[in-house]
T-cell receptor, first 117, second 113 residues
Framework: GAVVSQHPSRVICKSGTSVKIECRSL??????MFWYRQFPKKSLMLMAT?????????EQGVEKDKFLINHASLTLSTLTVTSAHPEDSSFYIC?????????????FGSGTRLTVV | QQQVKQSPQSLIVQKGGISIINCAYE??????FPWYQQFPGKGPALLIA?????SEKKEGRFTISFNKSAKQFSLHIMDSQPGDSATYFC????????????FGSGTQLTVLP
């Protein structure tokens, strides 16, 4: 089945530094990937839609300059949290859809727990 | 128009019992309705999905019931096991578009041994 690899699974960084999270589709090509943020005991909140070879589309209220998204290939999208602050601490999850099998839905990565100290 | 409403927020079931989670949607353009299972610290995993041309889909102990006229769908977990304890999310989307899934608010299921 479709597999999405997300790294790192956990990261602790100092306030003011930047952190990069990678999301890779291992056995399929994904023209579109999605980045979510999830707070404890809450649903997934879509942050942005990442399109291969073009700029990401951000949801309302998500700071483009803080959450930089790059989708340079059909199998890789990255989310960089710039100048991280404690309020950016959260669980970040990526998702990808197989462009050749849209009915098979969206495959999620295992998530990244970001802690900013 | 884009909302998917999910209930209950939490559910406690005895081992061997039936767990039922309900969702309702508003956008009649939705044509793909998946259920995801999420364990703590992990990403959601696709459990089962249905399209509106069928009223029921069963995979092992998991069944989706779909009522197109009422714009509702539900997940039934038969013979619930402690290992089923997780958070369950319903979702909806439009297959033909590249748009994201619209998620329900989630149901935290606890199956008591």
């Amino acid at each position: 089945g479709a597999v999405v690899s997300q790294h790192p699974s956990r990261v602790i960084c100092k306030s003011g530094t930047s952190v990069k999270i990678e999301c890779r589709s291992l056995d399929f090509q994904a023209t579109t990937m999605f980045w979510y943020r999830q707070f404890p005991k809450k649903s997934l909140m879509l942050m942005a839609t990442s399109n291969e070879g073009s700029k990401a589309t951000y949801e309302q209220g998500v700071e483009k300059d803080k959450f930089l998204i790059n989708h340079a290939s059909l199998t890789l999208s990255t989310l960089t949290v710039t100048s991280a602050h404690p309020e950016d601490s959260s669980f970040y999850i990526c998702s990808a859809r197989d462009r050749d099998r849209p009915f098979y839905g969206y495959t999620f990565g295992s998530g990244t727990r970001l802690t900013v100290v | 128009q884009q909302q998917v409403k999910q209930s209950p927020q939490s559910l406690i079931v005895q081992k061997g019992g039936i767990s039922i989670i309900n969702c309702a949607y508003e956008n009649t353009a939705f044509d793909y309705f998946p259920w995801y299972q999420q364990f703590p610290g992990k990403g959601p995993a696709l459990l089962i999905a249905i399209r509106p041309d069928v009223s029921e889909k069963k995979e092992g102990r998991f069944t989706i019931s779909f009522n197109k006229s009422a714009k509702q769908f539900s997940l039934h977990i038969m013979d619930s096991q402690p290992g089923d304890s997780a958070t369950y999310f319903c979702a909806a989307s439009i297959i033909g578009s590249a748009r994201q899934l619209t998620f329900g608010s989630g149901t935290q299921l606890t199956v008591l041994p």
